[in-house]
């Protein structure tokens, strides 16, 4: 009898921890809102809040976010746990850290939802939103003089690296196709010169656990 029940606890154990490793509930999303202060985020501290008000709005609580943005001394990639991400219909965008940064992710305008379940603009559409701000370099480190003053401007000084959550661009280039590193704002960190160049001032949130 003890062994049965040994062996009924180990198997319920590893039932738990199956359900635990396969746990589809987001962990990935794109803002449906910036700030609406253009680049100023109020730091990564207050990027980080605005995630999770955005997931917990959705209904997702229990989780503990971080946004995909980098400064002067962090590194994007080493703020987003160790994965996997899915988005809000429970579809898997990476399965850790260095698939993210490569071909084997699963970033599109299909996948890459806002924290409603939502597509978020893309090229083509009105407005273009596709603008991501994440002030990185596509293997998601840190780009130099490209992160709005650690994400605290929103004027016509300063500058943000930006992604393309729809993979496409002006062209068939790495860099218009690249989700996190194609080009920087142009005309300063404002709402305004963000919007023209295809954003708003949305960025990405992953959850860490």
């Known amino acids: 009898m003890r062994r049965l029940l040994l ?9 738990i921890g199956v359900a635990s490793s396969q746990d589809a509930t ?16 109020g730091g990564l501290a207050g990027a980080d809040a605005h995630c999770a008000s955005l997931a917990e709005a959705a209904g997702v609580a229990g989780k503990t976010w971080r946004a995909y943005l980098s400064t002067s001394d962090t590194d994007a990639r080493d703020r987003i746990g160790k994965g996997p991400w899915f988005n809000a219909k429970g579809v898997k965008i990476a399965d850790d850290v260095a ?8 970033i ?10 939502e597509v978020v603009n893309g090229r083509g559409d009105k407005p273009n939103r596709h ?34 959550h729809d ?21 300063g960190c ?6 023209s160049t ?3 001032g949305l960025f990405y949130c992953f959850a860490v656990n």
């Open 7 to 15: 062996v009924t606890a180990a198997a319920s154990l590893a039932a």
């Open 26 to 41: 987001m962990s990935f999303f794109v803002t449906s809102v910036g700030s609406g202060k253009g680049a100023d985020l």
């Open 99 to 106: 698939s993210l940064h490569s071909d084997a992710n699963a």
């Open 108 to 117: 599109t305008k299909q996948t890459a939802l806002d924290e409603k379940g």
């Open 131 to 164: 603008d991501v701000l994440t002030g990185s370099q596509p293997d998601g480190t840190k780009i130099a003089d490209q992160t709005c003053g650690d994400w605290t401007l929103s004027g016509a000084e300063g500058a943000a690296m930006t992604g393309h």
């Open 167 to 187: 993979r496409t661009g002006l062209d068939d280039s790495a860099a218009a196709k690249s989700w996190n590193s194609s080009h920087a704002s142009r005309g």
């Open 190 to 195: 404002s709402q305004e010169a963000l919007r």
């Open 198 to 200: 295809g954003g708003d």
